[in-house]
């Protein structure tokens, strides 16, 4: 019972946040910084504190309210939701300590706004991670969707409003245009929209229907950013970096994924799709999006941009490892959800703070900044490793089983893809490095600039901390992965 | 004693109390003897429509002769759910009327107003309540020329083509209407729907009652605004009186479709061999156009009420659509969007009037950084808009899920009909999000001669709480659906047995 009231408290504490963070406003800026950092502190001692229950085995669940005979607003934690919300959870902490840094430093206007739509957003999170049903998910998917909006439009200039409207319109058409008759599809054949181990949909849907219902998810799922439907990345840049950091590196994004990884899972069921020739093409979207979004980011000038298309390539990864249906791929699956979000977030949070000391945007720019910012630098040097999967960073975990993986399946394609973009991930990333440290500053840089602020560096500290320490300790993680594969 | 009596009542009610309104002066009296009339009528309403959930239908013999002979009132399910939705829009939007005529029209001339009101309202209970077909016709003309009044009442003198129009198309619909019963009456020597279902039976000369089939579907599209027919009704939205269209709005086009459903269902389905295949054939095409046409226009409309009344033509088409289905699935669906979409449009519509308080212009580029003062009144915007969307855990959501369930029942066909509605979602995301990012996102402007600071502020008090009523309604509704749907179901039911 206390367990069935945590989740709903899961899912009211960002909402209570968002509106007393709304009270404090502008007049009361410190306290209502200090608002945010309680709510997120105290969601994740909420969530943290399910972890050695789910793990034990509880399957907490809870009722909120019946929408239509058989459809309920219901929430359920299951191993990978568990994992998301975790995740998600702990990074919102850390995120907020560099709002405020970033925020503050950059003079931002609307910060009240700001802080109330990331609280709310969070809570799209925690909905999406413990929906326990189809119907669940796509509501609080978009919830996340719609109190995003403000967050990429936060400059309000022509162009970010622009990019905003394209970030906006290709979620929505993809969710409400193919993921809802997804849903509505499943629902006529099966009945049921609850996720449940091993799927539902076998025995009632055959043939083709299954690849194109398949697509209808996937391409559905545009969060996910499987080509063609990734623009919205890019687009989504110019927002403040916190966003891109926490939203566009982990809980959008990773909403995604995480919503085709259950989907694969919970809906199709791994040996149903295992046994469906019509479900394979996904295998070889995931590659192609894989190697495609690689070559685009060799080619960006623009550190967020390659950032971004880096994050296109790399959640198709964790999509390519749901799509290989082994068990030891979709954990894979599950772990390079995590070990992406501490790389990544580190990346953009190392850009956010060579943007706010210096205000330089391009990679041109970047030579010799490391000597004048060693902690950023240093984060963004950890970050990147992690990327291309060099030991001892969390990206060699998860890679490690996407390749075992690979093996198992015997997908030589799979395995040449992950191959070459590993190559392609140390082209793009090792000469930012190398010229960030070793190379001489071209041009003096017009503000005589040191580190970022204090709160921006110790963020992103953590998180370096976070992507080498998950090297060493993932247990936890894997325990959680194999419990959704049902291997133990 | 008296609820024996409450059929005569719902009706006779409104119907004498208006005469009285115009003898009271001032703002207050008329508005609080109206407001009092509507609650005694949605009272009434309440009280029939346990009853009939219960699975009784109501039949009340005026003075106690019986039908054929004697006028015949009947409440069915699909009457009692639609006298529900017209006595609770009616309540709801006098509740705020007050404040918001006030702005719009001199104190001296309010008691007309509220008697045209309360004129439209009994004609309407009227339609609801009358089991044959002449007296739903008196009541409809009742209802209209009540409602060219409240169109024309405002300030804004270009509601008076408009209502002309309006006038126009109005008087041939019922025309059509009444050459329709005419043809009947002629080949059954009876007026009464029931008793016509059973005459028809015996008539053996098919062909004027297929003329009249048509005449009285034509008729009544045109008063049910189904595109193409649709061109009276964006002006008169937009130039009425900010909560006469609310009212209007909410059911005011959903009575014709009533009567329709009515005259198709019990007397020409089940007689006329193949006219259900005729029915749908005419409908389904024309409501998938409407549905996407209407859509396209509010798109690119940049007045907010003709914007959202365009909206309205594109959601009667959902309620077209279900009926043009002829399944019990989906006559379900277009029963219960008639009642959700008269939570979500009236719901919308008394935010607008709400913002027509403050703001001079309704345009769009008017109302750029509106939630800044207005804070609530646009939260109430966007929760009713989310509801006239189908987004889930709101009114709209059930309608949309019921519709698409119908179209899956109907095969291929079906797939290019959910297609259809999908679309026409996405473009009503589209055109709402206009006005969100306009009222959230757009700066206000600094010079404009209509906003002056003082000005920018809250709507009073009363009607916030309507709106948020009235859009709390719609989340309601969306998270227990029972009373709506089993009403709908039943009248659903109710209908399809007719077909046999």
């Known amino acids: 019972m206390i367990m069935e009231t945590q989740l709903l408290w899961m899912l009211a504490l960002p909402l209570l946040g968002a509106v007393a963070i709304g009270f404090a406003g502008q007049s009361h800026p410190n306290i209502r910084e200090a608002i945010t950092l309680l709510t997120s502190v105290s969601l994740a001692l909420l969530v943290w504190s399910l972890f050695p229950e789910v793990l034990g085995g509880a399957r907490p669940e809870a009722h909120l309210v019946s929408i239509l005979p058989g459809i309920s607003l219901q929430f359920k934690i299951e191993p990978l939701g568990m994992l998301f919300a975790a995740l998600a959870s702990l990074l919102w902490i850390v995120n907020s300590i560099y709002s405020i840094g970033y925020m503050r430093g950059n003079n931002e206007h609307h910060q009240t706004r700001f802080y109330i739509c990331f609280a709310v957003a969070i809570f799209g999170v925690m909905g999406v991670a413990m929906a326990e049903n189809l119907l669940t998910l796509f509501v609080f998917y978009e919830v996340l969707t719609l109190s995003t909006y403000p967050l990429v439009s936060h400059k309000g200039d022509a162009k970010s409003v622009a990019s905003a409207r394209v970030y906006l319109g290709i979620l929505l058409a993809t969710s409400m245009g193919l993921f809802l008759p997804a849903i509505i599809w499943t629902y006529a054949v099966t009945g049921t929209l609850a996720f449940t181990a091993g799927g539902i949909l076998e025995g009632n849907i055959a043939g083709p229907a299954i690849g194109l219902l398949l697509a209808l998810f996937v391409f559905g799922t545009g969060k996910a950013a499987l080509m063609p439907v990734h623009r919205w990345l890019p687009a989504a840049m110019v927002a403040p970096t916190p966003v891109s950091a926490l939203l566009h590196a982990v809980a959008v994004v990773k909403a995604g994924v995480f919503t085709i990884t259950k989907i694969v899972v919970y809906i199709f069921g791994i040996d149903f799709l295992a046994a469906s020739p019509s479900g394979g093409w996904l295998v070889y979207a995931a590659v192609f999006t894989i190697v495609t979004a690689s070559f685009i980011a060799m080619r960006q000038t623009n550190l967020k941009r390659l950032l971004a298309y880096s994050t296109i390539a790399q959640l198709s990864y964790v999509i390519l490892a749901a799509a290989l249906l082994m068990p030891l791929s979709l954990m894979a699956a599950a772990l390079h959800m995590v070990a992406h979000a501490f790389g990544k977030i580190t990346l953009f949070f190392a850009a956010g703070s060579i943007y706010t000391a210096s205000k330089k945007t391009e990679l041109a720019q970047l030579h010799g900044i490391g000597r004048r910012m060693p902690w950023t630098m240093g984060a963004f040097t950890i970050g990147a490793l992690s990327m291309i999967g060099i030991p001892p960073t969390a990206g060699f975990i998860s890679k490690w089983y996407l390749l075992t993986g690979s093996f198992q399946a015997e997908n030589y394609i799979a395995m040449a893809a992950i191959v070459v973009s590993t190559l392609l991930n140390a082209a793009y990333f090792l000469p930012i490095v190398y010229s960030a440290w070793f190379k001489a500053e071209t041009e003096a840089p017009t503000i005589d600039h040191r580190e970022a602020p204090l709160a921006i560096v110790i963020a992103l500290s953590i998180t370096a901390l976070l992507t080498v320490m998950f090297f060493w300790i993932n247990q936890p993680a894997l325990d959680l992965a194999a419990q959704m594969v049902g291997v133990k | ?500």
Request: net charge negative.
């Open chain 2, 1 to 500: 004693m008296i609820a024996s009596h409450w059929p005569a009542l719902q009706v006779a009610l409104p119907l004498l109390v208006a005469p009285m309104v115009m003898l009271l002066r001032g703002a207050t009296l008329p508005w609080l003897a109206a407001l009092v009339t509507s609650f005694m009528a949605f009272a009434i309403a309440i009280s029939m429509a346990s009853t009939v959930l219960e699975g009784e239908v109501i039949v009340y013999a005026v003075g106690s002769w019986p039908a054929p002979v004697g006028i015949e009132l009947r409440i069915d399910e699909l009457s009692a759910l639609l006298l529900l939705i017209v006595t609770g829009a009616s309540s709801t939007t006098l509740l705020a009327a007050r404040n918001s005529l006030t702005a719009e029209l001199e104190p001296e001339r309010h008691m007309l107003f509220y008697a045209a009101w309360l004129l439209a309202l009994s004609g309407m209970l009227g339609i609801l309540v009358a089991g044959d077909a002449f007296n739903i016709f008196v009541f409809m003309e009742i209802a209209s020329l009540a409602s060219y009044v409240l169109i024309s009442a405002g300030s804004d003198r270009r509601a008076l083509p408009s209502v002309f129009k309006y006038l126009i198309m109005g008087t041939i619909g019922a025309t059509f209407y009444l050459i329709g019963v005419g043809l009947i009456y002629m080949m059954t020597g009876t007026l009464n729907l029931a008793d016509m279902e059973s005459r028809l039976a015996e008539v053996e000369e098919l062909k004027p009652i297929m003329v009249a089939a048509g005449f009285i579907t034509v008729g009544l599209a045109l008063k049910a605004a189904l595109f193409p027919l649709h061109a009276w009704l964006p002006n008169c939205y937009t130039y009425a009186p900010h909560i006469a269209t609310a009212f209007l709005a909410a059911c005011s086009t959903k009575i014709a479709l009533y009567v329709l459903l009515r005259f198709d269902f019990v007397v020409f389905q089940g007689n006329l061999i193949g006219h259900d295949v005729q029915f749908s054939g005419f409908l389904m095409p024309l409501a998938l156009i409407a549905i996407l046409v209407a859509s396209g226009v509010a798109l690119f409309e940049t007045n907010l009420k003709r914007l959202l009344a365009y909206s309205s033509i594109a959601q009667l088409g959902y309620i077209w659509l279900g009926a043009s289905f002829v399944s019990k699935a989906g006559l379900t669906a277009s029963v219960v969007h008639m009642f959700n979409h008269a939570l979500a449009k009236g719901t919308l519509f008394i935010a607008v009037a709400c913002l027509g308080l403050r703001f001079a212009s309704l345009t769009l580029q008017d109302l750029k950084g509106a939630a800044r003062f207005m804070p609530w009144t646009m939260a109430a915007f966007v929760l009713a808009g989310m509801s006239l969307v189908g987004v889930p855990g709101t009114a709209g959501f059930i309608s949309k899920w019921y519709l698409i369930s119908a179209a899956l029942e109907q095969g291929y066909q079906g797939v290019v009909v959910i297609a259809v509605i999908l679309i026409s979602s996405l473009m009503a995301v589209a055109y709402l999000w206009r006005v969100v990012e306009a009222a959230y996102f757009g700066e206000a402007l600094t010079s404009s001669s209509s906003t002056t600071a003082e000005k920018m502020s809250e709507a009073p008090p009363l009607m916030l709480a309507v709106v948020w009523v009235a859009a709390l309604a719609n989340v309601y509704f969306g998270l227990d659906s029972t009373v709506p749907l089993a009403l709908s179901e039943q009248a659903a039911t109710a209908l399809m047995e007719h077909l046999r």
